[in-house]
């Protein structure tokens, strides 16, 4: 029997594109972005990661360094940190295909990495 399709809440951080310019991931998925849809802009890194919780969403970021450490502290869905070096057309593809392949335990409490060496 196929595996179940599971729309995953995701919570773009500041730093990320705009949801609409990840257009297959906000098509697949119920996508928000920190500043264009919850209007919440220059937040400290744990606010944002409890704003994340809060809202049972899945945090993706280019902030690894200090989000790497949050994850798994709280009853979170997760955490992404993507490369800054990933091109947004392959942010769009890699994470949607990360997304699709995922239940919701297997990301949650965890960091999870994004990169362009990353097998998806």
Not at 13 to 38: A, C, G
Not at 40 to 61: C, F, H, M, N
Not at 102 to 107: A, E, K
């Amino acid at each position: 029997m196929p595996k179940r399709f599971y729309k995953h809440k995701v919570v773009l951080d500041e730093n990320m594109p705009h949801r609409t310019d990840l257009p297959i991931l906000n098509s697949k998925f119920d996508v928000k972005h920190l500043v264009d849809d919850l209007n919440r802009s220059g937040l400290p890194d744990p606010e944002v990661y409890q704003l994340a919780v809060t809202q049972k969403r899945i945090l993706v970021t280019f902030n690894v360094k200090h989000f790497r450490s949050l994850a798994g502290t709280k009853e979170d869905a997760g955490i992404i940190g993507v490369s800054a070096n990933l091109p947004t057309s392959q942010i769009d593809t890699k994470l949607t295909a990360l997304l699709t392949k995922s239940t919701p335990r297997t990301l949650e409490r965890k960091f999870t990495p994004l990169t362009g060496e990353t097998e998806i």
